[in-house]
């Protein structure tokens, strides 16, 4: 834990995490995770990385993925963020996963679950809200391929019904 004092728009903080952790802030961020790849962070896979999510951004119900399926990717994972008192009700392909789930140490409100998946398509399904992030790579033998994206968050994006009419010259 290596609390800052203050970020300015445009400044960033960059620090390796060997365990599970979270990011509190008094303003707006965006955090990223990083794999570094290849033997940095012995994955022995390309690069990639993840936008998180702020803990405001809890999905309800039920989101269907599907892992990225090429011969070059071996393993797949999907990472889920839940609140403590709602492990129970999160749910992936029909089966309750709360067992899987542990408290954050720095924050025991907030748990995770770290599942290795199969190939294919799947599900999860929560009424009490959930995050989750999807990732999978290979190995060297199979030309390092990896991948990771974001996989599930509530949005309240607002869109515009009345557009601004647009004068064409005549």
Do not use: W
């Not at 990223?32 to 033997?39: H, K, L």
């Not at 995770?112 to 060297?140: E, K, M, R, V, W």
Request: with cysteine.
């Amino acid at each position: 834990n290596t609390p800052l004092t203050m970020l300015n728009t445009g400044e960033y903080y960059e620090f390796e995490l060997e365990n599970e952790g979270i990011i509190t802030a008094s303003g707006r961020l965006q955090g990223m995770q990083y794999s570094e790849g290849g033997d940095c962070d012995g994955s022995g896979a390309d690069p990639s990385m993840i936008a998180l999510l702020s803990a405001k951004d809890m999905m309800q119900g039920q989101i269907n993925f599907s892992t990225y399926e090429t011969p070059r990717i071996s393993v797949h994972y999907v990472n889920i963020v839940t609140k403590t008192k709602f492990t129970n009700t999160v749910q992936l392909d029909g089966t309750n996963i709360f067992t899987n789930f542990q408290s954050f140490t720095s924050n025991n409100n907030y748990s995770y679950a770290q599942l290795s998946i199969n190939a294919g398509i799947h599900t999860i399904t929560s009424d009490s809200g959930f995050q989750a992030y999807i990732y999978g790579y290979g190995t060297p033998s199979l030309n390092a391929e990896s991948y990771a994206y974001t996989l599930a968050f509530k949005s309240k994006m607002e869109y515009e019904t009345d557009y601004p009419k647009i004068a064409c010259k005549e």
